[in-house]
């Protein structure tokens, strides 16, 4: 009877000690991070890239119709912005349109393109649409208002003016690219070459300014420009 009570004990002690180092392996607590260890560098935030281009329109919707027409005039002007737009960042470039000239104001630019529609005419309709004329002009200018290129299209369609849009954005789109590129577009002209006399700079910047492609600041600062010249 002893011999059992003894191996019985003997039993119990060894279960006791075997629970006990489990638990202990259990619940011993995980080594922490070492807080001496070198931390990884934080990434730089990047910055956010200047526009290549931005884009305003100077149109004067108010001025050129009243009435019934003047929600397509507004629609065309639209349509006019984005196409530009599009035409532009398909060609690689970083573009955005400013609403306002208080908008123009804080976005950061290397050339800014400011496009006018000048004349629309809406014709009657027709089985496939509607005849439209549209005629806009445009002026590709450097921050400081100097003038790299200007130039005026008109386009026709039987169909509707949003084909006179496409196909006028893309004009101007093209012409954009090659002063970029360094090929002056032949019919855009270019208001900085050295070919040009200062009388004949001086009636293109006033034609610019009477179309209301450049504003005030942007008209004195080219005109002391080219007057520098004489």
Known sequence: MKKILAIAL??????????????????TPAAGPDVNAPQPASAPTPQAAGLDIAVISRSTITELTAGENLRYYRSLDDWLMRSIVTDLEDRGLRVDFAETEDSLKKKEYRHLLAYKVEDVEFGFKNPFGRHANVRVSYVFQKPDGRVLASGEYREHSNKSWKKCAISISRKVSTDVANVLSGNH?????????????????LKELDSLKAKGLVTKDEYRSKREEILKDL
Do not use: Y
């Open 185 to 201: 577009p032949a019919k855009a002209g270019n208001a900085g070459t050295p070919d040009k006399t200062v009388e004949e700079r």
């Open 10 to 27: 003997l039993i119990a002690c060894s279960c006791f000690l075997l629970i006990r180092e489990t638990s202990a392996e259990e619940f």
